[in-house]
């Protein structure tokens, strides 16, 4: 790629040149411009045109650029101008790349430059004209590039095996021939190779080398190998090779152990070691057949005298041999093993442990177990299977015997009395027997035989004592174990005695009240003991062996303790105080009756446990008596912000524990009694601040909402937001009736807008409070003066009038100032709109009230001055009533 760069970028600077020196053009190249041909295929430096260098004889060094192929059309690497000598020059081949007829262009035209030392130049044109030669045909795919090799299933019947693939470059008609003609093959015009016959692997070779010719009709050729190579398949049945097909074997030979080998031969592997696979096709579970060497040997247990081997001692074994892992041809034959039996059982008893029982004083003699009856052997052939009986041994052996070997009944030999000193405690007889074979090799088992000597029940139960007395204190938690009673049987060995209470321990209601083990005689309480009840209970109690009884009486003693609470009514009680209550106060005239069933009224002691903020409240008397009141001790404080909660719950404890001294208390058990209180505090009705003359007293509130009326919030400002919108409209539509209604600046201010005297008036100053109320008003009462309703807040303590259109609302939400005018003495008595921080309701009331006319007269604007004083006024009055001390004892 380089060197073509380069010698394109030679051919544009000397085209360069020649533009140049176009203007000094001379004849140096002789025999140009000429045609030539040349053949496709050349080989490389095979000359296509010779051509001399005439040069002028002032240039004595002969020529400055040598004869060079500056441009061709189209462009080609294909030739080349090599030096001759004595100025003389061929142009040539160069093989890359190869000329080729059939796919490359026809002509070349190829433009040769020369120049002398002198500075002459020229340059002239060669057309080379490629010409066709006949050329070979050559294999495509595969075979032009390897052998081919096919392979050929046997059994496969004729057909075509191949495909050869060939081309000429002139597209020339070809022909396709094989060697060596006797070959079970041929080959089509078209190339297919087809077989003619079915090919047997064990009969016919099994590589075959084909040699395929393909011809052109100028008789040139092109030759392939194919090499065809036949493929066995499975395709013959195995057979076998071992004749013997009975076998015998003793039972219980161990696993591994070899039976016989099975072999077989495949016909399809003769010349080869056959590849075939064993395998045992009942289902047996005594041998196994090694798949790779037939080799049969055993591998479970051969138990001749088990089922079903003890019936048909003959074990058939299926063996199949096939010629593939996965299923192929397959041949099967039957092996027959003969199991024979050994003496390989002891004999067994079932079961080989006895128990059995005699009573005690029985006769000699007397007859127990018989074993025979019990055990076998079970070995088949009759001469391994008989046994016998021998070596009775054991403690108390001596006692018992074997009437013979062959028997084996066991009987006893004198009679055993539990009562004799010598016998104290035995209660069984531990025996063993041997049991083996007559036949070898000798087995044997033992028997182990329990002889229980049943005792008989002479003695009834004995208590420890005749009667027994539990003091048990009546706090005693159910369940609790009181005391244990105890009795003794004399029998041996000694009887078990079970518990029960059958008479006392009963109650009003319950039937009894107590329990006893049955086993232990531990006696506990089922219920709640309660001296001021029942102070003394009296039981029953039995001992029993199952089959004789003895009782005993038990005596339960209840003890007094202090386990009642105080009991006080009202347990529970919820009231209303006003704010000003006077401390000493018995608050509402409450007061607590409390009762105990076991403690004196004097003991009883009064305290506030919890919710006492501030120790606003106490009981009176604090203890000493069974009745107190509840009184307040210091009055409330909410205005410097000593005070914050508005409602009081207060936890009482009334304890049992007045008389007792202080050692005593911390011994004794001290009950308590609660009593749960609900104090509301509620505010005055309104707030009422004293005024003097010249002042006017305006009342602003402020809503503070709770947490839990999270969508109030959201409702007022979406409200005021519309109620801003329509002010705003209404105030631009009343801006534009007054622009078009009223008279002049100048006119306006001549004429005054009531007859006010010339008198000058001292302003009054505006005092503001604020009270902040939370809009849940969840309490209401009447006001004990004016007899209306108003509501309040429990928490806060805000309060409103329950109806908003009542004229003292009016007078809290108004403003009324009188001003002296420093222009002439005129004076005006007007009402100002409420401050940003009152409600929107109370805004638009007022707006309505005391909205001014277009053209207001003095009379009508003095009765509303005087309209508006005397809302004052009632205002201030109603305030005064609401202050008394009358008003407020009513709350």
Not at 461 to 478: A, H, R
Not at 729 to 744: D, Q
Not at 836 to 853: F, V
Request: charged share 25%; glycine share 6%.
């Amino acid at each position: 790629m380089r060197d073509r760069v380069i010698k394109t970028m030679k051919s544009m600077l000397l085209l360069i040149l020649l533009g140049v020196v176009s203007g000094r053009r001379t004849q140096l190249l002789k025999g140009l411009p000429a045609t030539s041909t040349v053949e496709e295929n050349t080989a490389a430096g095979v000359s296509v045109y010779t051509f001399n260098v005439t040069v002028s004889p002032l240039s004595s060094e002969g020529v400055a650029i040598l004869p060079t192929i500056v441009n061709s059309n189209p462009l080609t690497e294909a030739f080349d101008i090599e030096s001759k000598g004595d100025l003389k020059y061929s142009v040539v081949t160069t093989g890359n790349p190869v000329l080729d007829y059939e796919t490359m262009p026809k002509r070349f035209d190829l433009q040769i430059f020369v120049e002398d030392t002198t500075g002459r130049t020229d340059l002239n044109i060669l057309t080379v004209h490629i010409t066709d030669k006949n050329e070979r045909p050559v294999f495509r795919g595969n075979m032009a590039i390897q052998t081919v090799r096919i392979y050929v299933l046997e059994g496969t019947p004729p057909e075509c095996i191949y495909q050869v693939d060939a081309a000429d470059p002139e597209n020339a008609e070809l022909k396709y021939s094989l060697l060596p003609a006797p070959v079970p093959f041929l080959v089509l015009e078209s190339g297919a190779i087809f077989s003619t016959k079915e090919f047997d692997y064990e009969k016919d070779p099994h590589c075959y080398f084909l040699n395929i010719t393909v011809s052109d009709p100028d008789g040139l050729n092109s030759t392939k190998t194919v090499n065809i190579n036949i493929i066995n398949i499975n395709d013959e049945r195995p057979y076998f090779t071992t004749k013997q097909r009975i076998y015998r074997i003793p039972e219980e030979h161990s696993p591994g152990t070899f039976v016989a080998n099975i072999t077989a031969k495949d016909p399809d592997e003769e010349d080869s070691p056959s590849r075939l696979f064993y395998s045992i096709q009942s289902s047996d579970r005594y041998f196994s057949i090694n798949p790779l060497t037939g080799v049969l040997q055993v591998t479970g247990r051969i138990d001749r005298d088990a089922l079903p081997l003890r019936l048909h001692p003959n074990i058939s074994v299926i063996v199949r041999v096939e010629d593939g892992p996965s299923g192929g041809h397959t041949s099967e034959t039957e092996i027959t093993i003969i199991v024979d039996d050994i003496n390989d059982n002891p004999p067994e008893c079932n079961p080989s442990t006895f128990r059995k029982e005699a009573n005690e004083n029985m006769t000699a003699g007397t007859f127990l177990l018989d074993l025979r009856n019990y055990c076998k052997d079970i070995d088949v052939d009759p001469s391994n299977n008989r046994f016998n009986f021998t070596g009775l041994s054991g403690f108390g052996s001596n006692n018992f015997a074997l009437e013979s070997t062959v028997s084996g009944r066991l009987v006893m030999t004198g009679s055993i009395d539990l009562e004799n000193p010598a016998n104290l405690g035995v209660e069984v007889y531990s025996l063993t027997v041997r049991v083996q074979d007559i036949a070898c090799p000798i087995y044997s088992n033992i028997i182990y035989i329990y002889i229980r000597i049943k005792p008989v029940n002479e003695f009834f139960p004995v208590f420890s004592n005749l009667s027994y007395e539990f003091n048990v204190p009546e706090i005693t938690k159910v369940g609790s174990s009181i005391g244990r009673v105890n009795a003794r049987d004399k029998d041996w060995p000694p009887s078990v005695i079970t518990y029960s209470i059958v008479a006392g321990g009963g109650t009003r209601d319950y039937t009894n009240i107590f329990w006893i083990s049955p086993t232990k005689g531990d006696v506990k309480i089922l219920a709640r003991l309660d001296y001021e009840t029942t102070q003394k209970h009296i039981l029953i109690v039995q001992a029993s062996d199952q089959e004789k009884t003895a009782t005993a009486s038990v005596t339960v003693n209840v003890l007094e303790v202090n386990d009642e609470e105080p009991v006080c009514s009202p347990n529970f009680y919820s009231f209303q105080i006003p704010v000003s209550l006077a401390v000493g106060t018995n608050i509402n005239g409450f007061r607590i009756e409390c009762q105990d069933r076991d403690s004196d009224p004097r003991s009883f002691r009064y305290f506030i446990n919890e919710g006492n903020v501030n120790n606003h409240f106490t009981f009176s008397p604090s203890a000493g008596s069974n009745t107190s009141r509840l009184i307040l001790a210091s009055r409330f404080d909410y205005e410097s912000g000593l005070d914050t909660n508005w409602i009081y719950r207060l936890h009482v404890y009334i304890t049992d524990d007045n008389l007792l001294s202080a050692r005593d208390k911390a011994t004794h058990l001290i009950k308590t009694g609660t009593v749960t209180l609900s104090i509301r505090v509620i505010p005055n009705p309104t707030t009422v601040i004293a005024t003097t003359p010249g002042f006017t007293i305006v009342t602003k509130r402020e809503n503070l909402y709770s947490e839990s009326a999270w969508y109030v919030p959201f409702v007022i400002t979406l409200g005021s937001l519309l109620l801003l919108g329509l002010l705003g409209y209404l105030g631009f539509l009343m801006a534009t009736w007054v622009r078009t209604r009223c008279p002049p600046a100048g006119k306006a201010d001549s004429a005054p807008l009531i007859n006010a005297p010339e008198k000058k008036k001292h302003k009054k100053e505006v005092v503001v409070t604020m009270t902040k109320l939370n809009t849940v008003f969840d309490g209401e009462a009447r006001d004990p003066v004016t007899g209306k309703m108003y509501e309040f807040n429990t928490r806060s303590g805000a309060r409103r009038w329950k109806k908003s259109n009542e004229p003292l609302q009016l007078a809290a939400v108004m403003q009324v100032t009188s001003s002296a005018t420093d222009d002439g003495g005129q004076g005006t008595d007007r009402a100002e709109a409420p401050s940003k921080k009152e409600p929107s309701e109370k805004r638009k009331e007022l707006s309505a009230e005391t909205k001014p006319g277009a053209k207001p007269s003095a009379e009508q604007s003095e009765t509303s001055g005087q309209d508006g004083l005397r809302l004052q006024r009632q205002k201030e009055e109603s305030d005064t009533e609401l202050s008394s001390p009358a008003a407020q004892g009513r709350y």
